[in-house]
C-alpha cells in the first residue's frame, strides 16, 4: 500500500480553553481528492494550518509526503499548492506579476501553467488586482495553487465567489490533478459541491473527528426526503411511531420527514390530514451530514 500523502497522528491544537483541533488522525493516499467537511469554525482551517506548519500543535503530530510538518517545513512546502480561506494578494500587482513572483520564489524559470489556466478561468492576467471583482480575485487564487503542479493541492473553501461555470471547470482541475497522481485537500461546508469531485470525506464538528468515509458509502445512509404541505398542520409528534419515519423540521404548514423503508405506511399517515402539496426525493450529503449533527446534538 502507497504511504500516504497527509498522515496527522492525535493531532490537537488548544487555544486557551478552547479547542481548536482535538485527537485528529487522518491518512490521506496519493492521487486521491479527499474532501474535509465542517461547518465553520469546526476546526478545518485549524487543520490546514497544522499541515503547512503556519501554526505548532499542542499535542500529536502531521507527517505530509512521509516527512515531519515541524522539521521539513520548507521541503514540503516547496510540493504544495495552497489556497488559503482568507486570501490575501498585493493590490498594486497584476495577475502576471503575481504568477512571476511566485514562480521565481519556487526557482521555475516561466509560468508554469499560469497561462493556460488563466484563459481556462477566463482570467485576465494583466489587470490590477484592486480593480478586478471578488470572483475574478477567487480565480487568481486557484491559479496561483495550481500553477506550478504541486504534488499536494491544499485548498480552504476555494469555490467561494465563482460562478457556476467556473465551479464546473474547477472541479475539472480536481480530477484532471487526481488523475496525473496528484493528491488534493478540499475543505468546505458546502458539501453538495464536494459530493461531485471527492473519492472519500472525513466530517469534523467541534474540533472532533465525526467520520471517515467514500463518497459511496455516505450515500448509502441517504434516507428519502419527503415534504408534506398541510391545509391544517398536523399536531406535534403525529408521524411518531411510523415504521422507517422520522420527523426532521416544520416550517410553515410543511413537515419534513426522512423515510427508511417502504412507504405505505407513510402514505397511510398522510392520508389521515389535508395534503396540499407532496414532495420527494432522495437525500444529498448535505441532508445526511445535516442529521448526523442533529443526531450527535439530540444524543448530547
Known amino acids: 500500500m502507497a504511504e500516504p500523502v497527509i498522515r496527522t497522528e492525535r493531532l490537537t ?45 499542542t499535542s500529536g503530530r502531521a507527517e505530509v509526503f512521509g516527512l515531519d510538518v515541524r522539521r521539513r517545513s520548507p521541503e514540503i512546502r516547496r510540493r504544495v ?39 481556462r478561468l477566463d482570467l485576465d492576467l494583466e489587470q490590477p ?13 486557484v491559479l496561483l495553487a495550481f500553477f506550478h503542479r504541486p504534488d499536494l493541492l491544499v485548498l480552504d473553501e476555494p469555490t467561494a465567489g465563482l460562478d457556476p461555470l467556473m465551479q464546473q471547470e474547477f472541479n475539472a482541475l480536481l480530477r484532471e490533478a487526481a488523475d496525473g497522481g496528484r493528491t488534493v485537500f478540499l475543505s468546505s ?5 464536494v459530493q461531485h469531485v471527492a473519492h472519500r470525506v472525513a466530517v469534523v464538528r467541534e474540533g472532533r473527528l465525526e467520520l471517515t468515509d467514500t463518497v459511496e458509502g455516505l450515500r448509502s445512509r441517504a434516507f428519502t426526503r419527503v415534504e408534506a ?11 411518531d411511531g411510523v415504521p422507517g419515519v422520522r420527523e426532521l ?19 397511510k399517515a398522510l392520508a389521515r390530514h389535508e395534503v396540499l ?12 451530514f445535516l442529521d448526523l449533527f442533529r443526531g450527535r446534538r439530540d444524543a448530547g
Request: glycine share 12%.
Open 13 to 57: 491544537k488548544r487555544y486557551g480553553d478552547a479547542t481548536g483541533v482535538l485527537e485528529l488522525s487522518l491518512d490521506v493516499p496519493p492521487g486521491e481528492v479527499f474532501g474535509f467537511l465542517g461547518p465553520n469554525g469546526a476546526g478545518k482551517t485549524t487543520t490546514i494550518r497544522l499541515l503547512l506548519d503556519l501554526i505548532r500543535p
Open 81 to 119: 499548492g495552497y489556497l488559503p480561506g482568507d486570501l490575501r494578494l498585493y493590490n498594486r500587482l497584476t495577475g502576471r506579476e503575481h504568477v512571476r513572483y511566485l514562480a521565481s520564489l519556487r526557482g521555475l524559470d516561466d509560468l508554469g501553467d499560469g497561462v493556460v489556466l488563466a484563459r
Open 129 to 141: 488586482v484592486r480593480t478586478l471583482s471578488k470572483g475574478n480575485r477567487q480565480k487568481l487564487g
Open 189 to 193: 461546508h458546502v458539501l453538495a459541491e
Open 229 to 239: 404541505t398541510f391545509g391544517a398542520l398536523p399536531p406535534p409528534h403525529a408521524f
Open 249 to 267: 423540521e416544520r416550517r410553515d404548514g410543511t413537515v419534513v420527514l426522512a423515510l427508511n423503508g417502504v412507504a405505505d405506511p407513510l402514505v
Open 277 to 288: 402539496a407532496l414532495d420527494s426525493h432522495e437525500a444529498d450529503l448535505e441532508d445526511v
